[in-house]
């Protein structure tokens, strides 16, 4: 995903998927500053409302259903 389709994603709820994972939704996106330059993390929040994991948002699909 795009910055863009990351934020329209956040804002949705919609599901997405990452490396073959569907997640309820992205619950939040991560900038951080290494070394100088923006770096995008995307927070997708498990099924079952238990945990999130912190991925690279180019992997990031939104599920279709």
């Known amino acids: 995903m795009t910055n863009e389709e990351l934020k329209a ?3 949705s ?3 997405v998927e990452h490396n073959g994972i569907v997640y309820k ?3 939040g996106i ?4 290494k ?3 923006l770096d995008i993390s995307a927070e997708l929040l498990d099924k079952n409302n238990n945990s999130v994991s ?3 948002p180019a992997k990031v699909k939104e599920v279709t259903l």
């Open 30 to 33: 991560i900038y951080r500053n």
């Open 25 to 27: 939704y992205v619950s």
């Open 54 to 56: 912190i991925v690279n």
């Open 35 to 37: 070394g100088g330059k």
């Open 13 to 15: 709820c919609c599901p």
């Open 9 to 11: 994603a956040l804002f």
